[in-house]
């Protein structure tokens, strides 16, 4: 089993969550991998779920390898690829586009898991956010500073007044009779010899 779960470790799929719209209702699709990798999907209201395991992987239709499952499981979440029906206290999860979508049957759960599991994925939710916002207020700051570097570093920029590369300059008109070489002294003409008259 330890295997099993490292595969799912190690694919990412440990710790997915996605909200699904449904017919009439939204549905918070989620996995956990703490003691076995399990799928569970939501209401608010209700609960369904299913342990998972390398049989019950093999058992969904369609899957020729773990490798395969598990990046098109974790490609269908994070795309949002996932659609959800209600039958009974049944209900069937499908992951991926196409033809062939993952299909995964998920039971409704008693009143005492549905407890403690809501209570799990509200608190895993809100340290979700709590890391999100985090995170964002650091990258502000980051910006902030970066923004006002910039600024202080435009305000000694005046007092460079040299020339910039890849700066267009003008090129100034030539007064005729000055040397090219030299621009401050006038083009010395050739000796013609001695003029007689």
Request: charged fraction near 25%; include cysteine.
């Amino acid at each position: 089993m330890s295997s099993f779960l490292d595969t799912v470790k190690k694919e990412r799929c440990g710790e997915l969550h996605r909200v699904v719209k449904g017919d009439d209702d939204k549905y918070l699709c989620y996995t956990k991998s703490t003691t076995g990798w399990t799928i569970c999907v939501t209401d608010g209201v209700s609960l369904w779920k299913v342990e998972m395991d390398e049989d019950t992987v093999n058992d969904i239709p369609g899957v020729t390898s773990m490798d395969a499952f598990f990046i098109k499981f974790r490609n269908g979440f994070q795309a949002g690829d996932l659609s959800v029906s209600v039958v009974g206290k049944r209900i069937t999860l499908y992951v991926g586009k196409g033809s062939a979508p993952l299909t995964i049957d998920l039971y409704e759960t008693n009143a005492a898991v549905k407890k403690t599991e809501m209570q799990s994925v509200l608190f895993r939710l809100a340290d979700s956010a709590t890391e999100l916002s985090t995170a964002l207020e650091k990258s502000n700051q980051l910006v902030d500073s970066l923004k006002a570097q910039k600024g202080a570093g435009q305000g000694a920029a005046f007092m460079d007044l040299g020339p910039k590369k890849g700066s267009p300059t003008k090129n100034k008109a030539s007064k005729v009779g000055m040397s090219v070489l030299n621009p401050s002294s006038k083009k010395r003409k050739a000796a013609k010899g001695v003029v007689f008259n």
